[in-house]
């Protein structure tokens, strides 16, 4: 057990209220190191929540510390201001843009000289300029460069009369750096500063493509010298993926003040080449030394490299490399850096034993020399903190940002210098989300249900996630719907990174939390949560999630609510497999079959592992079934349908069938003998990036699948939907492509009847008319994001990508939409 700190350890609220910070508290699910051609992306920007990100960007001032905010679609980007209290750090102002808008990005960047504070707002292409007054500070002037578009506000950096802001996609994509110069409260721009670009590059599928170099993806100014991150810079590595280029070599540029303006003096590049270091993610500059971070050295584990300006012009050259002492691959050790006087801190974001929860790195300069490494506190850090993306320090006083800590709602940790170590202040802001909707259904008219852009649906009521016993950053994921047969009562059961939550929806205008069951104690969180149900029972999974196994939930329970939400512990469990990312149950075999299967048990190769819920309390492993893919190569399955057989294929009549969607392809396999599973059919289709879902409709001639990564990946030109004719289970055929104008990527589809429910992400739920099987039509939409774009994943880790799934089967007619950080929507198809 990780000894409990010694050092004092407090959470300040925006109420400024001093909250001891527990030991072992939850942090985030965060997918790490997906590269997008520069720098270190988190998934962790911009999702539907009113506050997340805190701790993105961070600065120290003149006995005050600035923690940006930027990650807010539903309201604007905030910077807050914190000083000393009465024993520790209190919030004192919060600022925003005056032309502020929601999702303007603001906090993205912050950067302090004496009395001006700089702020970015990538997203509103903006950097705003607050001056010192009394006790608080003011905005004085918005900088902004005609056609800086692309990331301008991204990076900012100031010194004394002069700001500096990187603006790292514009410039045609090779990227640039605007510098601005103060008179009084006015600021004009004096230069636009610009790298090398790259030469043109052919990739893997023969086309020319221009790899950017992510100018002023990072800036640095000190009194006449300016230096400018390019880790896009130099490389003649191009890997073409869904999320765009990987690493590249990287440079940094030394820009030098004179009287006839700004002029280039140096370009540094990482020692020995550096291929694939992605040099200059994060740059600081202060007198004659240079710190310039590459996250991407040697598999990720990254290195930041310090340089020297000699007596002669330009001639900077390489004084350190410096590591962590416990270096380890995709830390990411340099994604942040900053000094002041003999001390250095470095960010590792992705460090702690592959579990992301981030280290602060010091380093202390003795004889003229960078050494005496050491950690700056590691206090009691879960997975997906990313502790150490942001750093900044200022004599005695230190703040690190860890904007993964709760869920992706972020936080700031506040050091400040004692005998023998530093005392410690956890900061964070105030949890807030969309206001419950309850007591009167709100028609759609004219587009919109109040604020929630729609056709056809009405919303009958909304539950945020912290009506339902969600705590910050918590969002939803996975949803099924039980019906007490005793007596007719509706229930909803929502799955959450933390646990499973259980609603009542028997009144949808008026939905009541009856309480909700945790993750099982030795799991982490998990951002995909599934559960279906067999009876009187509910079986759920979890993956990447451990040794979670399966909760076994006896329904029943729900009838003990009166009143009070209740704290559920799981009626049994399955133990036979450790984590899964989905479940299926034919409820008239009474198998359950658990895919995407890991962390341990009998993962059968990530495909079916089929168990008996016969007695729900007592399941029992029946087998494994593992479809032949493409080529004959094993794989795994991402979801299923299985199925007793009445479809018009008489040679299965009766027997059970399963529908899968297996990442590469899609299988149709007879599991009527547990023992001797057998496949029947192996499909691919055109433009497959990875096969996700799927459902058949009632008379099991059609099966409707999605595919969760071509729209992202820019194969269709909008949301689409593959038909499979499966009358002959032995020779699928896809029979058409129902594509729409929306860009969204489609996620869970159900069907009932004639119509098709399709959770399709940023655009909400998609309803379909399905008569014409081979030409659906939409008759219907629920965008559950109200601001933000309807493209691409969204943002699948924070967790507000929009609807997750749905659940259209209660027989009142309403349906159960799940929306990432929203929460839980009840709406109904206008007849």
């Keep these: 057990m990780r000894k409990q700190p010694s050092f004092p350890l407090y959470a300040s609220s925006a109420s400024s209220s001093r909250i001891p910070l527990r030991k072992g508290w939850e942090l985030s699910h965060v997918l790490f190191a997906a590269v997008t051609g520069f720098g270190l992306a988190f998934a962790l920007a911009a999702p539907a929540h009113a506050q997340v990100l805190h701790g993105a960007a961070t600065a120290v001032g003149d006995g005050e510390v600035f923690v940006g905010e930027p990650g807010n679609l539903i309201e604007p980007g905030v910077v807050y201001v914190y000083r000393p209290g009465s024993g520790a750090w209190e919030e004192v102002q919060q600022l925003r843009a005056s032309d502020a808008t929601d999702n303007d990005g603001f906090g993205r960047a912050v950067a302090v000289d004496g009395n001006l504070l700089v702020v970015g707002a990538d997203s509103a292409g903006s950097a705003y300029v607050f001056r010192k007054q009394g006790s608080g500070w003011v905005e004085i002037a918005r900088l902004a460069a005609a056609g800086a578009a692309g990331g301008f506000g ?25 510098v601005f110069a103060r008179a009084g409260d006015s600021f004009s721009r004096v230069a636009t500063l610009g790298g090398d670009g790259t030469a043109p590059q052919t990739g893997p599928d023969g086309a020319t493509v221009e790899r950017p170099e992510a100018f002023g993806a990072a800036v640095a100014i000190d009194g006449e010298w300016a230096l400018i991150g390019a880790p896009g810079a130099d490389t003649d590595l191009f890997l073409g993926t869904m ?6 070599g990287g440079g940094a540029y030394l820009f030098r003040r004179a009287a006839g303006g700004w002029t280039r003096s140096d370009k540094l590049t990482p020692p020995g080449g550096g291929q694939g270091a992605m040099f200059g993610t994060a740059v600081a500059l202060h007198g004659a030394e240079a710190v310039i971070g590459a996250e991407a050295v040697d598999e990720f584990t990254g290195a930041a490299f310090v340089y020297r300006r000699g007596a002669e012009e330009g001639n900077w050259s390489p004084a350190a490399r410096l590591a962590a002492f416990d270096a380890r691959p995709r830390s990411n050790f340099g994604a942040a850096v900053a000094f002041d006087g003999d001390e250095l801190l470095v960010g590792a974001p992705g460090a702690g034993t592959g579990r992301l929860e981030g280290r602060v790195y010091r380093f202390v300069r003795s ?10 506190g590691t206090f009691g850090l879960k997975f997906g ?47 807030r989300g969309l206001p419950a909707v309850t007591g009167g259904e709100v028609p759609c008219s004219d587009g919109k249900a109040g604020i929630f852009p729609c056709r056809n649906v009405d919303l009958v009521s909304f539950l945020p996630v912290s009506d339902m016993g969600g705590s910050r950053g918590v969002a939803t994921n996975d949803l099924w719907g039980w019906t007490d047969p005793e007596s007719g009562r509706e229930y909803v059961i929502l799955g959450m990174r933390d646990g499973t939550a259980f609603i009542d929806v028997t009144d949808p205008l008026q939905p009541t939390f009856i309480g909700k069951l945790a993750k099982t104690a030795a799991s982490p969180a998990s951002l995909w949560r599934d559960v279906k149900v067999y009876g009187d029972h509910a079986f759920i999974v979890a993956d990447s999630s ?15 609510f009166q009143g009070e939400p209740i704290t559920f512990s799981e009626t049994a469990h399955y133990g036979g497999v450790n984590s899964s990312h989905n479940l299926n149950i034919n409820e008239e075999s009474a198998f359950a079959f658990a895919v995407g299967n890991s962390s341990g048990g009998e993962t059968c190769g990530g495909a079916l592992h089929m168990f008996n819920v016969e007695d729900p309390r007592n399941p029992a492993f029946a087998g494994c079934f593992q479809p032949p893919g493409p080529g004959g190569r094993a794989v795994g399955t991402h979801d299923t349908q299985c199925v007793t057989y009445r479809g018009p294929d008489s040679r299965y009549q009766g027997r059970e069938i399963c529908f899968s969607s297996n990442g590469q392809a899609f299988s149709i396999g007879d599991v009527t003998d547990k023992r001797e599973p057998t496949p029947l059919a192996l499909a691919t289709y055109p433009n497959l990036a990875y096969t996700h879902q799927g459902w058949l409709d009632e008379e099991q001639r059609y099966f409707y699948m999605n595919d969760e990564g071509d729209e992202a990946a820019g194969l269709v030109p909008g949301t689409r939907t593959l038909i499979w004719n499966v009358e002959d289970l032995e020779d699928p055929i896809l029979v058409g492509e129902y594509i729409t104008d929306n860009p969204a990527t489609d996620h869970n589809l159900y069907i009932v009847g004639d119509v098709m429910y399709q959770s399709n992400y940023r655009s909400g739920l998609r309803v379909v008319d399905i008569s014409d099987r081979e030409n659906p039509v939409e008759i219907g939409y629920f965008d559950t994001v109200p601001l933000g774009p309807e493209d691409g994943m969204g943002d699948i880790v924070s967790g507000s990508i929009g609807s997750w799934s749905n659940y259209p089967f209660f027989r009142s007619g309403v349906v159960a939409v799940a929306s990432g950080k929203e929460g839980l929507f009840i709406v109904r198809l206008r007849r």
Excluded at 243 to 248: I, K, S, V, Y
């Design 154 to 178: 991204r990076a900012v950096a100031v010194s004394g009369d002069f700001a500096l802001v990187g603006a790292p996609d514009g410039n045609e994509g090779r990227g640039a750096a605007h």
């Design 243 to 248: 999320f765009g280029n990987l690493p590249a």
């Design 367 to 376: 004889g003229g020399e960078w050494s005496n490494s050491s950690k700056l």
């Design 385 to 431: 903190s990313a502790y150490g993306s942001s750093v900044a320090i200022r004599g005695d006083v230190a703040v690190a940002g860890l904007p993964g800590d709760d869920f992706g709602a972020g936080s700031a940790v506040i050091m400040t210098r004692l005998d023998g170590g530093w005392d410690r202040t956890r900061v964070i802001s105030e949890a």
């Design 546 to 560: 451990g040794a979670h196994g399966v909760q076994v939930f006896a329904l029943e329970r729900l009838r003990e």
